[in-house]
């Protein structure tokens, strides 16, 4: 069965940076577009960004320019690297995979692992 497991979370400094990686296994990976979103306290899940299958990606606007998604098929992996993290990034951070191409939407990404934490400490 598919499984997509999160990590890399943690606690950061305003200013800091983390990467968090996701595994997908029980898929094409090659074929999948890689979604990350994330959810704060009291807030609905939004859209980060994506990375689809021949590598485009796209960005939220809060992230663009601070977040980079990249993806490496031999190891069935996506990263999400987030540099000049502030307050406000944080939240549950979630990676999820749909086949097609790249959308916003969270409703059409069948497949979500459990999320990873992120706290940015002011």
């Known amino acids: 069965q598919v499984q997509v497991v999160e990590s890399g979370g943690g606690l950061v400094q305003t200013g800091g940076a983390l990467r968090l990686s996701c595994v997908a296994s029980g898929l094409a990976f090659d074929t999948y577009t890689l979604g990350w979103f994330r959810q704060a306290p009291g807030k609905e899940r939004e859209f980060v960004g994506f990375i689809t299958r021949i590598s485009s990606s796209y960005y939220a606007y809060f992230a663009k320019g601070r977040f980079t998604i990249s993806r490496v098929n031999a190891e069935n992996t996506v990263y999400l690297q987030m540099d000049y993290l502030n307050p406000k990034d944080t939240a549950v951070y979630y990676c999820?995979?749909?086949?097609?191409?790249?959308?916003?939407?969270?409703?059409?990404?069948?497949?979500w692992g459990q999320g990873t934490q992120v706290t940015v400490a002011s």
């Open positions: 999820a995979a749909r086949t097609g191409g790249g959308n916003i939407k969270s409703t059409l990404y069948p497949f």
